[in-house]
């Protein structure tokens, strides 16, 4: 079975400082990664997704992300935080066959403070 | 252009009551997922249909909860004699394709359910 675990449920940074969000995964097959982000009364955003290929994942408001096999993780970070990142941030995976249900962390919740 | 859209937005039920959660996914989507989102914690997957047909619904709960996706695009979440353990935000997703991890999942904003 897949499991993904994140490290964080809280994390406060400053504003336009660096951030980053853990993300490790368990699984004895390959597997698809994914970041999300949730903000208030909102749906779930994909901010990227790497499925294969380079290990740096660029994604969209100037997050990233790199996938690391012999450590199963998949940490999402950013180099100069904005107070409108603040939000819920999810990791996800899912088998890359035979399956399209994700599995989601319990999420972390980025406060973003002046 | 239009997201995955969900109604109603919010719902409160006596215990016992029976409730129904509806969904619209993207025009032409293929796939579309319900999933369930205690406090404090990340979704959990219910059921994926694609089309018409519901394919998995090995994360319903009990067989108090009951989809169905008739004509293979909006759909409905059912669920009976309701529970205090059932409140939760229910997220609908659909995407393009059948099947298929690489195909990005679309969420809407969920309906979130209380029961008192």
């Known amino acids: 079975a897949q499991s993904v675990t994140q490290l964080d449920s809280q994390v406060p940074v400053f504003e336009e400082a660096p951030v980053e969000l853990r993300c490790n995964y368990s699984?004895?097959?390959?597997?698809?990664l994914f970041w999300y982000v949730q903000y208030p009364n909102q749906g779930l955003q994909l901010l990227l997704k790497?499925?294969?290929?380079?290990?740096l994942v660029k994604g969209i408001n100037g997050f990233e992300a790199e996938f690391n096999k012999s450590q199963t993780s998949f940490h999402l970070r950013k180099p100069s935080v904005h107070i409108s990142d603040t939000a819920e941030y999810f990791c996800?995976?899912?088998?890359?066959?035979?399956?399209?249900?994700?599995?989601f962390g319990t999420g972390t919740r980025l406060k973003v403070l002046a | 252009g239009a997201g995955v859209s969900q109604s109603p937005r919010y719902k409160v039920a006596k215990r016992g009551q029976d409730v129904a959660l509806r969904c619209d996914p993207i025009s032409g989507h293929v796939s579309l997922f319900w999933y369930q989102q205690a406090l404090g914690q990340g979704p959990e997957f219910l059921t994926y249909f694609q089309n018409e047909a519901q394919l998995d619904k090995s994360g319903l709960p009990s067989d108090r909860f009951f989809a169905e996706r008739p004509e293979g695009s909006v759909s409905t979440l059912k669920i009976q004699r309701t529970q205090q353990e059932d409140s939760a935000v229910y997220l609908c997703?659909?995407?393009?394709?059948?099947?298929?991890?690489?195909?990005?999942?679309?969420f809407g904003p969920g309906t979130r359910l209380t029961v008192l």
């Open positions: 699984s004895s097959v390959s597997v698809y």
């Open positions: 996800a995976v899912t088998l890359i066959s035979g399956t399209y249900k994700y599995i």
């Open positions: 790497y499925l294969s290929g380079s290990t």
């Open positions: 997703a659909s995407s393009l394709v059948a099947g298929g991890g690489t195909d990005t999942q679309y």
